[in-house]
């Protein structure tokens, strides 16, 4: 492959990485689930609630009725109420053995994209001279000793060194804008004593002699 | 059944039934499963003086012997003036005595001694025993050796605290038992070796052997041909509720439940003690509920009578109830004719 491509692939996938672990693989997994439940199972979804609603109904009536004086009644709801449960745990299992395969998968998909051709590329390419800078840019001991890690020739950068500063700049970056323009929430600090008011500890007064 | 829409309220179906081999009596405690139990035990007795009877008891009260007036210990005793129904009351913690000893191990050896702690406070360990008991009768069903007793049917008086259900749960518990037991000998190989010896393997085969009878009778307890359970209640919500979930926990293991007997009934009618009244009409208020609400069940009504039922004369006097309803116009007598011991 060309220098360039590989550069530019390099650079490509390690934002891709960095973005990836910014959205934060959670929410990434989540939404996923989500668009293939929408396309398989909604109808699970809705028999589902449907059938907590009709839970909900059945407890309220329980409720309403005594259960000395309607005891027949109360039974049958009782037994009503027992059925659908069952039917709830189940419906709701193979649901979540659903989810379980699905995370599972976009897990594996997210873990193969995000470690394997990065890694691939940075072995495959680490003694090459990718990037060859103008005579001069740098001082010489920058040049001869940090730029050119993996003992390439002076003036040239590898691929390590040039991901290296890509990752740094990218979190600076967003870093930078998070200072900027987001406004972390912060929990409000509570003075010590306002928390000694709720708890009972004796305080006796110093007693000098 | 003659007529398909009325339930008879009686367990004539039970005591004349050709192939029951085990019938359970169970409910919660106080509500008169002993009475009931040796009630059933013993108008199986009458009714077929070819067949030979068992009731054990697996509750570690010893209620039998005080329920017969005789007493009964854990070889199986016939009771006076029935031959053909005999009475067992198996105490568990003497039965782990029993097997610590037949296992080769020195009682007084602390280490052994530990072992038998363990094993003494696993839960349902009772109920465990009393199982073994049953192996051990349906392995002498099967002998053809003519020394040992063969009985018809096996009538449990189960114990109070809803155990019972454990002790049906046992097979599959069995089975995980084993698999565990397995998989923890493996990991602990050397420090078993040290407890346990050369017996191992030879305990292996054995839990393997129990394990396979295990699932014979699991298979025979869910035929409704082969056993049923009844259940023993009073008139009153929290009996009648914990009788329900019951109920739904056999339909669970799938065991045949078809009969309900209902103890200390007062049938106040027709008396003048205003107490009397007032309890037998909350009594019948739930005696209504339940006639709806177990349309399928024979639901046996039993009264109250003026005595504490114990003896084999007084169980057969109120035995007869099972079988011939409780008529309190007819009936009237009984009541106050239990003779007191």
């Known amino acids: 492959m060309l220098n360039s491509t590989v550069v530019y692939l390099a650079t490509f996938l390690t934002l891709l990485t960095n973005v990836i672990s910014l959205i934060s693989h959670q929410a990434i997994k989540s939404k996923i689930f989500g668009a293939y439940s929408k396309l398989t199972a909604s109808g699970k979804y809705k028999e589902l609630q449907a059938l907590k609603h009709k839970q909900i109904q059945i407890n309220r009536e329980r409720n309403s009725i005594s259960a000395q004086d309607n005891y027949a009644k109360w039974v049958k709801l009782n037994r009503q109420f027992d059925k659908l449960a069952t039917q709830i745990t189940e419906l709701e299992r193979s649901l979540a053995a659903q989810k379980f395969k699905v995370d599972g998968f976009s897990d594996l998909a997210l873990k193969i994209i995000t470690i394997l051709p990065i890694n691939g590329l940075k072995l495959w390419y680490s003694r090459k001279e990718l990037i060859f800078l103008p005579n001069g840019l740098f001082p010489w001991y920058v040049e001869s000793f940090v730029l050119n890690f993996p003992w390439l020739s002076r003036g040239s950068v590898g691929l390590i060194v040039w991901l290296y500063c890509v990752d740094k700049i990218f979190w600076i970056l967003v870093d930078a804008f998070k200072l900027a323009f987001l406004e972390e929430k912060l929990a409000k600090p509570v003075h010590p004593s306002e928390n000694a008011s709720k708890v009972k500890v004796k305080v006796e007064p110093k007693k000098t002699k | ?341």
């Not at chain 2, 097997?99 to 602390?110: I, L, M, R, T």
Request: hydrophobic letters at 35%; charged letters at 25%; one cysteine or more.
């Open chain 2, 1 to 341: 059944m003659a007529d398909e829409f009325e339930v008879e309220p009686s367990l004539t179906e039970i005591v004349t039934h050709e192939s029951l081999k085990w019938i359970f009596v169970g409910g919660k405690g106080g509500v008169g499963k002993t009475t009931s139990s040796s009630s059933i035990a013993i108008q199986l007795a009458l009714h077929n003086p070819k067949k030979n009877y068992l009731l054990i008891s697996t509750d570690p009260a010893h209620n039998l012997s005080d329920a017969f007036d005789q007493k009964f210990g854990k070889e199986a005793r016939v009771v006076d003036g029935l031959s053909n129904l005999s009475c067992m009351e198996i105490d568990p913690s003497s039965s782990l005595e029993e097997f610590a000893a037949n296992s080769g191990q020195d009682p007084n050896d602390p280490l052994s001694g530990v072992m038998t702690d363990i094993t003494s406070s696993i839960p349902g360990i009772d109920e465990a025993f009393s199982f073994m008991e049953v192996l051990k009768h349906i392995k002498n069903q099967k002998a053809e050796d003519a020394t040992t007793v063969k009985y018809d049917t096996i009538v449990f008086d189960t114990a109070p605290t809803g155990h019972t259900l454990r002790f049906l749960q046992l097979p599959s518990t069995l089975e995980k038992l084993l698999g565990k037991f397995n998989e923890i000998s493996g990991k602990l190989g050397p420090l078993m070796s040290m407890m346990g010896g050369d017996q191992k393997a030879e305990m292996f085969n054995k839990l393997a052997e129990v394990k396979a009878q295990v699932q014979e009778v699991n298979k025979q307890f869910q035929d409704p041909e082969l056993t049923t359970f009844v259940c023993v209640c009073i008139s009153e919500f929290l009996s009648l509720y914990e009788t329900e979930r019951l109920i739904q926990d056999l339909m669970k293991y799938n065991m045949d439940v078809n009969s309900i007997i209902v103890n200390q009934l007062l049938f106040a009618d027709d008396d003048e003690c205003k107490r009397c009244q007032s309890r037998w009409k909350m009594q019948r208020k739930y005696l209504d509920q339940m006639d709806e609400l177990y349309e399928d069940y024979h639901l046996v009504k039993m009264p109250l009578l003026g005595n504490e039922i114990r003896g084999v004369e007084n169980l057969k006097k109120f035995s007869k109830f099972l079988i011939d309803p409780y008529d309190p116009k007819k009936h009237k007598d009984v009541v106050f004719s239990i003779e007191e011991r």
